[in-house]
């Protein structure tokens, strides 16, 4: 007869040692950090092998085709803090992927004719930020609106997002509102995306807030976005899902994850990965950041 108890305790025992088992990632600088996975929250399902990689010239025209053998075929020396510069792509069961860039005012005019020729099927547009200093006033892209135009005008899926340092709720809702009024009238088809960010090498407003508040932040943007009738998402790397986001209160809001790596390291579920920060793309003259959205198969 089998022993119903003591099977339950090993099963249990078992369960508590896959849990607490360090889970260890490395951050853009290639510092190694330790952490242990949140079984609430849904897991990551992407296969090594479901991922290709098209190689692209200086000038963003495509080259072929590339399985990964090893990093060192496909990051060229002083790349990997910035992330592989061509096209990914995943393909498995489930889920298929599409190919996007984000904008802002840094990569001035941009010709999206050009861009949608080189493959790109999306874009993210910065639509304003909100200053790090003390004041932490709110301001518009100055490129946002054309943009966003120009996108729409070359027949390309657009979302958008907002760079926030709030320090509390009511300045979350206030960088919401304003972002609800820059958009206005304009056919978005993708998430709008809250983006908070520590401030690397300088004093900032947000340097003392704590994670748990950078979650409420968070959720009260994601919320007002909702209520607005649109589709909220949170943009978040592997040291934000660690240490700051509670993702338990966060589990229902979609997720644009940010890793340099060839593999996306985060053992959790995301919607979008921006994989390259140094990208070039015919279209645009200089750097850009490269992403690969999922899209699961019908």
């Excluded at 190694?32 to 479901?50: A, F, Q, R």
């Excluded at 590339?66 to 060229?76: R, S």
């Excluded at 096209?87 to 860039?101: H, L, P």
Aim: proline share 3%.
């Amino acid at each position: 007869m089998i022993n119903t108890s003591k099977l339950i305790i090993e099963l249990a025992v078992i369960i508590s040692l896959a849990i607490s088992t360090p889970y260890h990632f490395y951050d853009v600088f290639r510092h190694e950090y330790e952490m242990t996975i949140n079984p609430e929250i849904t897991k990551n399902s992407l296969k090594k092998e479901g991922f290709s990689y098209i190689g692209t010239d200086a000038k963003g025209k495509l080259l072929s085709d590339i399985k990964i053998t090893d990093e060192t075929d496909l990051f060229a020396e002083g790349q990997q803090m910035q992330g592989y510069p061509g096209i990914i792509k995943y393909e498995d069961d489930v889920y298929t992927s599409r190919f996007g860039i984000d904008v802002s005012k840094f990569q001035g005019k941009i010709d999206f004719n050009k861009v949608k020729d080189a493959g790109v099927e999306f874009v993210i547009v910065r639509v304003g930020f909100r200053g790090y200093g003390k004041s932490g006033s709110l301001s518009e892209d100055a490129r946002y609106r054309k943009n966003i135009e120009g996108a729409l005008a070359a027949g390309l899926d657009v979302g958008v997002y907002f760079y926030a340092q709030a320090i509390d709720e009511e300045e979350a809702i206030e960088e919401a509102d304003f972002v609800l009024n820059l958009i206005d009238g304009y056919d978005l088809r993708l998430p709008i995306v809250y983006d908070p960010e520590h401030v690397l090498n300088d004093d900032a407003r947000t340097d003392n807030v704590s994670g748990e508040q950078f979650t409420k932040n968070a959720m009260a943007f994601c919320n007002r976005i909702s209520q607005a009738g649109y589709e909220p998402m949170i943009y978040a790397n592997m040291l934000w899902e660690a240490y700051e986001l509670d993702l338990n209160k966060l589990k229902d809001v979609k997720v644009w994850y940010a890793d340099y790596e060839l593999l996306p390291q985060s053992p959790y579920k995301f919607d979008m990965w921006q994989y390259c920060q140094a990208g070039h793309i015919s279209g645009i003259d200089g750097a850009v950041d490269l992403n690969m959205m999922l899209c699961e198969k019908e």
